[in-house]
Nanobody, 126 residues
Framework: QVQLVESGGGLVQAGGSLRLSCAASGVAFSSFAMGWFRQAPGKEREFVAGISWNGGSSYYRDSVRGRFTISRDNAKNTLYLQMNNLKPEDTAVYYC???????????????????WGQGTQVSVSS
């Protein structure tokens, strides 16, 4: 049974930092490309960042590039998202996702990701 469990969300002031983690079980983690998506109230789900199976390539949406860093530890079956200089517009539920791929191209379409976590709330106050 595949499980993706996010943690690390919370309430932070603008300019602050948070580090999200996603613990994976029931999957051959090193065979999966991973991603982070988010959904704010009343808005569509959007791609935030993605990373290839070995961490060799990554990609970010424009609004977070330079502030967020995605990484993974295949030995620990864990995905991370370091978020710095947070802004109120980053407020959303953040989801960890996985898709079977050993390629280097990062896919941004949510429909391409097979497994999803339950999400963790990130709230940024102004």
């Amino acid at each position: 049974q595949v499980q993706l469990v996010e943690s690390g969300g919370g309430l932070v002031q603008a300019g602050g930092s948070l580090r999200l983690s996603c613990a994976a079980s029931g999957v051959a983690f090193s065979s999966f490309a991973m991603g982070w998506f988010r959904q704010a109230p009343g808005k569509e789900r959007e791609f935030v960042a993605g990373i290839s199976w070995n961490g060799g390539s990554s990609y970010y949406r424009d609004s977070v590039r330079g502030r967020f860093t995605i990484s993974r530890d295949n030995a620990k079956n864990t995905l991370y998202l370091q978020m710095n200089n947070l802004k109120p517009e980053d407020t959303a539920v953040y989801y960890c996702t996985a898709r079977e791929s050993r390629g280097s191209v990062i896919v941004t379409a949510g429909s391409s990701y097979r497994f999803w976590g339950q999400g963790t709330q990130v709230s940024v106050s102004s």
